[in-house]
């Protein structure tokens, strides 16, 4: 392959991971551009997974052996198997030296590599002729390795080939930097700071995949708001730390209390109020995780309490057409909650015909001084 060859597969391999969506989407891109830059037939990304002494398949991509998956779900070897991996990198690259690349043949290691037998019995299995390994190395540090192999049959890598797959290991370390950046800005940009949960912004677009379900195929959608009582009281009276503490044990609380309804999404929507966004558990299962909630915080001493309300759209509410309809719902059970010092939720539609909370919610917003007050944050009126 010639200088130009070479650079456009360079290019191809960048773009490849750039354009790619989600981490699958990227581990993919950046086998598939290595593999098409190094004429292989297959190619593996793999990471090292210290904690466990292991190196986990993340893809698998070209011709694939009997046995072999895209995306296997538990493809691992230990590392002592692959005892270059760690003599190379912790002796030689981490001694000053520079990444490097080994290869090896169904015959055995090629052009002076450090020799695998593993690897070796593994291309003879897999009916591979032979393979070249570069370690991938992340924020100074070996992050895990870039595999591609041949068929039987065609000419065997060469040094320069392991040179040129240094190079692509470096791309690759790049655009999987890249993706961390991004996976990390989103986190931040749907997590709430303080407690770790998800925040307003997560709960806004949840929501509205779920009520766009419920629409489509009728799917329960379920919405617990949680005001924690006495929060300014603890800030005047011990501080805002203090009462940050009691914010982030509440969250604990909740997560550990949605665990009771799967997928369920715990979050904070800002000062003392909390959520729980269920889709699919009956409105009962939800209710009972919201008196646990209640029963919870105030064993744990949180505050005085927490004022919990319930909407789902398997109560007799009405129709819920809109996201801000079911919040308009939930917020009304939590405001007559709080109003009443009630202990346990109060739930949206089980008052019988006329129910005040359904009615309240459906209110035209009053002014600031009056019954009602007016609902905060993006589903305000």
Known sequence: ???????????????????????QGVWRA???????????????????????????VLVNVGELAEGEEEFPEGEAYPVHQFAEITEFLHERWAGGGEPDAWMETAEGPAEGGPGCHQRVAALRR??????VVAPIVLHGRAWGELYVARPVGVPVFGRGDADFVTVLA?????????????????????????????????VDARLDEAI????????????????????????????????????????TVLSLCGAMLPGALAAR????????????????EVVKAADEVCRRAVESGIGDGVACGVASTGDPIGPVSSARRLFRLADAAQYRAKAERATRPVVAGRAGPGDP????????????DGERRRFRGRHSP
Not at 32 to 45: E, I, N, T, V
Not at 173 to 200: F, I, K, M
Not at 357 to 368: M, T, W
């Open 170 to 202: 470096a791309v690759v370390a790049a655009g999987l930097a890249q993706t961390e950046r991004l996976e990390e800005a989103q986190r931040l940009a749907y997590t709430d700071a303080l407690t770790g949960l998800a925040n307003r912004r997560a």
């Open 1 to 23: 392959m010639g200088e130009d060859s070479r650079l456009a597969a360079v290019v191809a391999l960048a773009q490849g991971m750039a354009a790619a969506q989600g981490s």
């Open 357 to 368: 909370v359904v009615r309240l919610a459906d209110e035209p917003a009053r002014d600031a």
């Open 30 to 56: 950046a086998a598939l551009g290595a593999c098409r830059a190094l004429g292989g037939s297959f190619a593996a990304l793999s990471v090292w997974e210290r904690e466990l002494g292991r190196l986990r």
């Open 126 to 131: 897999r009916g591979r002729g032979c393979c």
């Open 269 to 284: 929507l800002g000062g003392d109020e909390f959520c729980l966004l269920a889709v699919g558990p009956p409105a009962d």
């Open 212 to 251: 766009e379900r419920h629409r489509g195929d009728g799917a329960v959608v379920s919405l617990v708001v949680c005001d924690v009582n006495g929060l300014k009281r603890v800030n005047d009276t011990q501080g805002h730390a203090v009462g940050d503490r009691l914010l982030e044990r509440f969250g």
